[in-house]
């Protein structure tokens, strides 16, 4: 990040200081991060002015263990350099793929394929096709806000985090966050997909945690028909949602705690 765009943002911010990345020559340093708990209020007034400032916040969350240290955050466990570009990939490919992968039985699968093939009923191996844009039910970044607010709510200790970014999506590519890593650890695929999700849903990055990313949204699915074809987007992007989610761990329950639901909250083992 250039330490001149920091300096000509009109917000004023908390303490806090430049993370550099783990790789590269020592000079990336992809995010600034805030010494003291992040406020939903002043995230939504840097949300705000982010086309003019080209920042876009983030509310990093991770548990802060005995040595003080707020990982992976303070830690420069950033990975930026890895990443490739989210231009290089078309989300609906990506999710067409991730879902053979996930619903191929393999040698080590306990489950059968007939059980395997009953989670993602009624579409089985089959993967469907991309949900239908939605209406939006609000403004996004007025979503957003509400959603910030709600997530320091829940996650106190959350901090602040600004990273040089053209939207939410390409943030995470552009601070090198690698929580996907267990399934695939070029990011700029998961952006890929959740930019094309902030133009069919009214998406936003609000939040970020050690592998969890936590998007606000302005559009959800409200039909039954609707809820259950993003679940099946939800499945190729973050099968854990359904895998380990809460029971029974179906596609079909999990579209009913989706619908008409303002936030997307995922979760990589």
């Known amino acids: 990040m250039n330490p001149e765009l ?9 303490e806090g200081r430049m993370i550099t990345s783990d790789e590269g020559d020592g000079d990336t340093q ?9 406020s939903g209020e002043l995230w939504t007034h840097l949300c705000s002015v982010h086309s003019a400032s080209g920042l876009w916040p983030l509310l990093l969350d991770a ?8 990982r992976p955050w303070a830690s420069g466990e950033l990975f930026p350099e890895r ?3 989210p231009d290089a990939h078309d989300p609906a490919v990506l999710l067409a793929q991730w879902w053979e992968v996930y619903t191929s039985p393999d040698d080590d699968d306990l489950l059968t394929p007939e059980e395997r093939f009953a989670v993602t009923a009624p579409f089985g191996r089959d993967w469907p096709h991309p949900a239908r844009d939605q ?3 609000a403004g996004a970044d007025e979503m957003a ?20 970014a053209a939207c939410g999506a390409d943030a995470l590519t552009a601070v090198g966050w690698d929580g996907t890593a267990n399934y695939d650890n070029d990011t700029a695929k998961f952006s890929a997909v959740v930019r094309d ?8 990055v609000v939040a970020v945690g050690l592998s969890t ?11 039954t028909e609707d809820a259950l074809l993003v679940a099946a987007e939800h499945f190729a992007f973050c099968p854990d949602n359904i895998w380990q989610g809460s029971p029974p761990y179906t596609l079909d329950a999990y579209a009913e705690r989706i619908r008409g639901v303002n936030s997307w909250d995922f979760w990589w083992d």
């Open 83 to 85: 990443m490739s570009s």
């Open 63 to 70: 548990d802060e263990p005995n040595d003080g240290e707020f």
């Open 6 to 14: 920091l300096a000509s943002l009109a917000v004023p911010l908390p």
């Open 30 to 38: 992809p995010l600034w991060l805030s010494d003291s708990p992040a």
């Open 145 to 164: 806000a509400q959603y910030a607010r709600v997530f320091v709510d829940q996650h106190p200790r959350s901090r602040l985090g600004l990273v040089a």
């Open 197 to 204: 999700w902030e133009s069919r849903f009214g998406a936003r």
């Open 135 to 137: 209406e939006p039910v």
């Open 213 to 223: 990313l936590h998007l606000s949204i302005a559009a959800p699915p409200m039909s």
